[in-house]
């Protein structure tokens, strides 16, 4: 099996899993072969957990899932020294941060300093305990959740962690002519018809996939592209209108970085050796909405950051 025939295997599989959410599937792949992380945002039953899930069925790694809770400490998700009697000494015990994929669950109802640890380790690579550190798997990807609705008892991540995701994904509900399938899919499996004994895909033909991404070519105007959208969303007033008011600050070059990374993966997906303006334009809301912050005014005229980056790939355009 090629890189290529792994990942086309993998998105038919999670497209039969997860009906009526193609996009997200899309973007999930797309953040896996950036080597990226993901926050999802949607309402309960949108198969948020089932994504990774999925994912984590199709390829050959370890599943960890963290449950956020307010009572959650640090040393839950990283690891802690455990004494140990019958040597006297301590021993490193893994937290589940140290699994290949990573379900954060509701990740807004943990305190700070437990999204600090989470996101450090997905910066980093790698958590210090007691002085010393200890690297994460090659393969690690976090998929954190958060639900739009319950705020009571949240604790918000601050813009400044938010940028640290790759790309932020909106689940919505599926459509209507997918509900049946939906009900026939999950009936199948309640009943032992499931897909459970899919092909498993080696992470070196991931590995190898990355390899391939990386090597994809962007053009000089196709970077000029994706520095125009980013320095848009810092100087809103060169181009007046509705972002002029509705953008407060914009992106900061980890939006750049992950603008150029996901639109060389999403060229790859399409079977293309170059990034184009399709590319760029088709993954900007996921790499920019999160990085852009509502002026008070957008906020009051409840203007989401989804349509903000719509306006601004409308005025911006390619050379």
Known sequence: MTPREALEHLQAEMNASILG????????????????????????GVAKTRSIKTLSRLVESEFRRVQFTPDLLPSDVTGSEIYREKTGD?????????????????????????????LEAMEERQVTV?????????????????NPIEQEGTYPLPEAQMDRFLVYVEVPYP??????????????????????????????????????????????AAEQYIVDLVVATREPQRHGGDLERWIRLG????????????????????????????????????????????????EAEDV?????????????VPA
């Open 21 to 44: 959410q193609e996009d997200v599937v899309r973007l999930l792949l797309v953040a896996l072969l950036a080597d990226g992380h993901v926050l999802m945002e949607g309402l309960p």
């Open 90 to 118: 301590f021993a490193f015990q893994e937290g589940p941060i140290f699994g290949n994929l990573v379900l954060a669950d509701e990740i807004n109802r943990a305190p700070a300093k437990v999204q600090a640890a989470l």
């Open 130 to 146: 007691a002085g010393t550190t200890h690297r994460l798997p090659e393969l690690f990807l976090v998929l954190a959740t958060q």
């Open 175 to 220: 459509e209507p002519a997918n509900e049946a399938a939906i009900l026939r899919l999950v009936r199948s499996e309640n009943t032992g018809g499931g897909a459970g004994d899919a092909r498993r895909i080696d992470p070196a033909l991931l590995f190898a996939a990355r390899a391939e991404v990386g090597a994809i070519h962007v053009a000089e």
């Open 251 to 298: 992106a900061s070059p980890r939006g750049t970085i992950a603008l150029d990374a996901a639109s060389r993966a999403h060229a790859w997906l399409a079977g293309r050796d170059f990034v184009s303006p399709e590319d760029i334009r088709a993954v900007a809301p996921a790499c920019l909405s999160h990085r852009v912050h509502r002026s008070y005014e957008a």
């Open 304 to 316: 989401s950051r989804g349509r903000i980056i719509e306006s601004l790939l409308e005025v911006v």
